[in-house]
């Protein structure tokens, strides 16, 4: 699960590098978008399938631990991503203008969601299909013995067996 926080805040900081690379470029006029452009209304489409996909897949899933451990985070990052995307691109389509700070402020934030989304399926997939189960070994089993860190065994010279000390 290590290695799935890591992904997540990776995608995090890519997310906020696109989405502040997506807002200077078009609160300085590099791009810009048409008004009659279909853009946001694929942004939602996209989002919707991919939540609909999400949902989908892991209600058709046994509930096993892999996919709770994936969806802790990674499934949590995607969801989220989706969900604040649909909303964003729906409230910057609803801007009277295409251009000025605030509309390249509702772009970048829907890149960011954009790739909150992507990076979050990514890495549920792989959280998914690389989880080890963790495995213990049995403390019962016949010829095993019980140890604690930071205690040594003493053998002694009686029947009773053995006595643990406190390592110095």
Known sequence: MKNATKFCIITIVIGMLLAFTIFTLFANGLLSLDTSSPFFILLILFA??????LLIGSLSAKN???????????????TTGGTCLILAAFLTSLSPVFNGVL?????AICFFFLVLLLGGILCFLHAYFSFRPVSCPSTSAPGQTYS????????LGDEIGRSRRPIL
Request: charged letters at 20%.
């Open 48 to 53: 919707g399938a991919m939540l609909v996909s």
């Open 64 to 78: 096993e631990p892999r996919l709770r451990e994936a969806y802790s985070c990674c499934g949590n990052l995607a």
């Open 103 to 107: 509309f390249a402020l509702g772009i």
């Open 148 to 155: 604690r860190p930071g205690y040594e065994d003493l053998p």
